[in-house]
């Protein structure tokens, strides 16, 4: 072992039914001309060897076994080409934390209120935290009413997921982005 390396040597990577490595006896193999037929898997082999493309197994579950002829380096390729699309297409629901006081201006707050109204726009959750500083614990009242002010304001974008509660010295509210978001 290299010194210095603290990690197991890489495995080859775990190639897949292909060719020689096919367990069946017997396969549907679909060859490129559109033809299937039920045939021993030898056989089968052999004939896409001929064409000069590779036997993958594409249905381990079928009965029988169904195997394609086709290239299997481009068979990869598209397989990675898909699976990098079906990434792209996800979208990942973050929590945007707006952090709020008592005593927050009202132009402040309309300011904090557009960029949730953004964020649940873009389909993310918000989540408004009103902190309470020193003496201000004694008015939790101002806290509430500014997180049900907000709630209000953006009931035509999003839904109150959890309703205005103390957590400490902090108030906090939950907005998750209703279904009229994505039209606006």
Known sequence: ??????????RPARRENVNETIRAREVRAVFPDGTAEIM??????????EMGLDLVLVSA?????????ID?????????KKQHEAKKKQHVVQVKELKFRPNT??????????????????GNRVKAVVQFRGREIAH???GRKLLTR?????????NVESPPRMEGRNAHILISPGKTSKSA
Do not use: C, S
């Open 1 to 10: 072992m290299i010194p210095g390396r603290n990690f197991p040597p890489r």
């Open 40 to 49: 021993p898997t030898a056989a089968a082999l052999r004939k896409a060897q």
């Open 61 to 69: 579950t079928a009965v029988p076994p169904v195997a394609k002829a």
């Open 72 to 80: 299997y380096g481009h068979y990869q390729y598209e397989l990675k």
């Open 105 to 122: 201006d009202d132009h402040d707050y309309d300011f904090k209120k557009n960029h949730a109204i953004r964020f649940l726009q873009e």
């Open 140 to 142: 939790t009242d101002l």
């Open 150 to 158: 907000f709630a209000l304001d953006l009931a035509p974008y999003g």
